[in-house]
């Protein structure tokens, strides 16, 4: 990968992931993010299972990301960005504890930040 994309998605990312690592592994191990996702097999969410793996890009310095630590991450700015564009509850009060909340914290992302 070019140095400018690797460039372009690490600033990306950095956007669209508002939460830090530490508040990203605290809201993976609550039941609320469970709850949401799509679930292969009745198994662990998709978003459960990358934001794991979102924290570990968090936790990495920059130069030991790998192309395949840029390509999720891309992976994860198009998600996000997808997600935001459908648009959750209209009442703001019900977007707190609304799963489509829940899910995008799964991805490093807050709405409400």
Not at 5 to 32: I, Q
């Amino acid at each position: 990968m070019a140095k400018e994309d690797r460039e372009a998605t690490y600033r990306e990312f950095k956007e669209v992931v508002n939460m830090t690592a530490s508040a990203l592994e605290k809201h993976l191990k609550g039941d609320d993010s469970r709850s949401v996702g799509q679930k292969k097999d009745g198994g662990e969410a998709t978003g459960h299972q990358e934001g794991r793996r979102i924290v570990e890009i968090l936790n990495a310095k920059k130069a030991d990301l790998s192309d395949d630590d840029y390509d999720h991450m891309r992976k994860v700015v198009g998600y996000v960005h997808r997600h935001l564009k459908q648009g959750g509850p209209k009442d703001k009060d019900e977007v707190k504890d609304s799963p489509w909340r829940l899910s995008l914290m799964n991805w490093g992302h807050d709405p409400l930040k």
